[in-house]
């Protein structure tokens, strides 16, 4: 079993056993990301949907267990994709909350939007203008908070079109005093709060205080959060930092996970077992 302190390899036999006595003591906050964790990774995001398996298992475990779900998703669309009763929603890596029906933002992205000199509407018009040469199947998603690139709708090479366009959004993310994140097949324009799922998850181990937790993403946006269970917070006797892989998983990723899961469909299983 992996210590907060150090990541270590540990078996999903081995998890299991060690979690359930905590999650049947509702000691344990189960935290998972969304996309390609509990629901498979498909062609057309607004059509992904979570797995049946796991979305039982969320519905059980969140009656005795705090759980949570801490997506790139806008909160609202994050309620809508998990209306689980119970399970805390955080959206937007960390910059929103779904809480009595409505997105709640956090308050360092208010006070950052109060002082930005732009707007979104500028930035997705100089988007478009970056993305007028590019191939088709490239997708523009605008959030409340960013503003999304999708390449995987696109059917040629990826790798040198990802990159070119990673300069540019770059460039363009300087200007309007935003940053540039990266994900599988995905480029976002954010603000540069100091919100990551990594500083969601920790506010949630402050306030829930579990004695076990564990955390399961599978891209780079993960990564803070898997951090933030090695780095060992108070009373958190047991932590379990999964990442789930698929194709593109970031070898950032796989370096601070405690065990791999291949796939969705694992992460539903042992979801399943937790629950059991
Ligand atoms: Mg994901």
């Known amino acids: 079993m992996a210590s907060p302190a150090r990541a270590a390899r540990v078996a999903p036999e081995e998890l299991v056993a060690a979690l359930r006595p905590l999650v049947a003591a509702g000691r344990c906050l189960v935290a998972s990301d969304f996309d390609g964790t509990l629901a498979p990774i498909v062609a057309d995001p607004t ?27 806008p ?42 000199a732009h707007d979104w509407d500028q930035v997705e018009a100089a988007v478009e203008r970056v993305l007028a040469g590019a191939p088709e199947g490239v997708r523009v998603a605008r959030k409340p908070w960013g503003l999304a690139v999708h390449l995987r709708g696109v059917a040629g090479p990826r790798v040198a079109l990802e990159r070119r366009l990673a300069v540019e959004l ?46 399961c993403g599978d891209d780079r946006g993960d990564v803070p959060a898997l951090r933030a269970l090695g780095r ?29 899961l291949a796939g ?9 077992r937790l629950a059991a």
Request: proline content about 7%; charged content about 20%.
């Open 47 to 73: 059509r992904a949907l979570m797995l049946p398996t796991a979305r039982r298992a969320l519905e059980r475990l969140a009656g005795r267990t705090p759980v949570a779900v801490v997506s790139g998703r």
């Open 75 to 116: 909160a609202a669309l994050l309620a809508r994709l998990c209306p689980i009763r119970g399970v805390i929603l955080i959206g937007s890596y960390g910059l929103e909350r779904w809480e009595d029906g409505a997105a709640r933002p956090d308050p360092r992205a208010l006070a950052w939007q109060r002082g930005w």
């Open 170 to 215: 770059r460039r363009l993310a300087q200007a309007f005093g935003l940053r540039l994140a990266r994900g599988r097949l995905v480029l976002e324009l954010l603000p540069p709060v100091r919100c990551s799922k990594g500083t969601a998850l920790a506010g949630l181990l402050d306030a829930l205080r579990p004695e076990a937790a564990v955390f």
């Open 232 to 260: 060992g917070r108070a009373g958190l006797r047991l932590a379990a930092a999964l990442a789930v892989t698929g194709p593109e998983t970031p070898a950032a990723l796989l370096q601070v996970a405690s065990a791999v």
């Open 264 to 272: 969705p469909g694992v992460w539903a299983a042992l979801l399943r």
